[in-house]
């Protein structure tokens, strides 16, 4: 089954720093991308997601980048500010899922005023 | 702005003991999934429903658990015979018709098991 691994584990940066998590993933017909964030005792939110037949997506300070030929996906945040501090997930879904997702470990980020 | 509602927030249970977790998923959405994660360890799949039937579940999803959707608006997981491996935190996520990639998740369930 898929495979989903995330980096870092955790990531520190200053206010005003971009701020980059990868994750790779292992089954080459997974389709769709999400990341959510999740704020301590808070819901996972789904922040921005990527589907498998484009390269890129930006919203606002964040963009995810996907490069199906290395399996590879990353959610980069520009200008960061405290209030990015969180937990953020990645996941994939499988080309022959009914909706399962596969999340990847989790990056504690903290963004240091 | 619409979100899934699951209670409790957290149960706390005896080994062996039965517990049913309540989600109410979006207005109008058609899909229905429960994940948990194991204080530590990443989100792991359960189980997604879809027209009143399970679509897909994971190996974690043996026969001490089962879904529901007993009316137009719960979704519950039940644990048949608890054990303390299933102590976690429990989601559930719902996707609309329009999208069933796109999960909506709840704040989750803390379960313990004593």
């Known amino acids: 089954g898929e495979n989903v691994e995330q980096h870092p584990s955790t990531l520190s940066v200053q206010e005003g720093d971009s701020a980059v998590i990868k994750c790779t993933y292992s089954d080459s017909a997974s389709n769709y991308f999400p990341w959510y964030k999740q704020e301590l005792g808070k819901r996972p939110q789904l922040i921005i997601d990527?589907?498998?037949?484009?390269g890129e997506k930006k919203d606002q300070r964040i963009a995810v980048t996907l490069n199906k030929t290395a399996k590879h996906f990353s959610l980069h945040i520009t200008e960061t500010q405290p209030e990015d501090s969180a937990v953020y997930f990645c996941?994939?879904?499988?080309?022959?899922?009914?909706?399962?997702?596969?999340f990847g470990q989790g990056t504690i980020l903290t963004v240091h005023p | 702005e619409p979100e899934v509602t699951q209670t409790p927030s957290h149960q706390v249970t005896q080994m062996g003991q039965e517990v049913i977790l309540r989600c109410v998923p979006i207005s109008n959405h058609l899909y229905f999934y429960w994940y948990r994660q194991i204080l530590g360890q990443k989100v792991e799949f359960l189980v997604s429903?879809?027209?009143?039937?399970?679509?897909?579940k994971s190996e974690i999803f043996d026969d001490q658990f089962s879904v529901e959707r007993p009316d137009g608006s719960n979704f519950t997981l039940k644990i048949r015979s608890t054990k303390l491996e299933d102590s976690a935190m429990y989601f559930c996520a719902s996707s609309p018709r329009t999208s069933a990639d796109i999960q909506y998740f709840g704040a989750g369930t803390r379960l313990s098991v004593l």
């Open positions: 996941a994939a879904k499988g080309g022959t899922s009914y909706g399962k997702l596969t």
């Open positions: 990527i589907r498998s037949n484009v």
């Open positions: 429903f879809y027209n009143n039937e399970i679509s897909e």
